[in-house]
């Protein structure tokens, strides 16, 4: 993600339309805003970086698919000839009774029979699995955050406001301050992706974010 020249322009307009002339500002939300591009930028560098490892496992998971279906292509045909054989011993084995050969021998070649009846439908997985890996190689991944880790993420994305809050309290001088201006509604329709939370809420939110970061 790049703040272009004129996408910053654009966000700035939307400041001044919100708050007003800049030089009835009691404080620099040109700033703020800037902060703010700045967190979402370093959080869109992060997910890159994810989406690049999601890949990478996603590709790995396919691979080892495809070598256990193609494992099993090439078993089909040896089992089935086992089963198939079998039978062939039952009917000349001693000792049995015919019809008795006869049920026995009918089962294992039904067995061998389906076995064999299967590989149509295992080929056919095994080429969607291959055009699979070729998708993933030119396209990447479809709905990437389903296949993230939650043990791998670290900070979700919707900790993006909470960084910016860090900024906020230091420039506004406590939480409270910072959690009323992050939780104006106006200003998630400007950044829709840091979501819209009431002033109480996201509060309880950043002191939360900051025990677990250790900061109290």
Known sequence: ???????????????????????????????HFNALMEVLMLAYECDLSISAWIIDD????IDDLIHEKKSQLLSVGPEADKLFALANKVLQKEGLEPDEKFCIAKKLRGDGLNLTG???????????????????????????????????????????IYHWMQ???????????????????????????IGSKNTDTLLRGYRRYCNDKGEG
């Open 118 to 160: 299967e590989l149509p439908k295992m080929m056919q997985e095994h080429q969607n699995l291959l055009q699979e890996y070729r998708n993933v190689v030119e396209g990447g991944v479809d709905n990437i955050r389903t296949f993230i880790s939650k043990k791998r993420v670290g900070r979700p994305r919707s900790n993006i």
């Open 58 to 61: 996603r590709l790995k998971e």
């Open 1 to 31: 993600m790049e703040f272009t020249k004129e996408g910053r322009e654009a966000y700035h307009k939307q400041v001044v339309e919100h708050y007003g002339d800049p030089n009835s500002w009691e404080t620099n939300h040109r700033m």
């Open 167 to 193: 900024h906020l309290e230091l420039e506004l001088g406590s939480n409270n301050k910072a959690a009323k201006y992050a939780s104006d509604p106006r200003v998630a329709k400007i950044f829709p992706v």
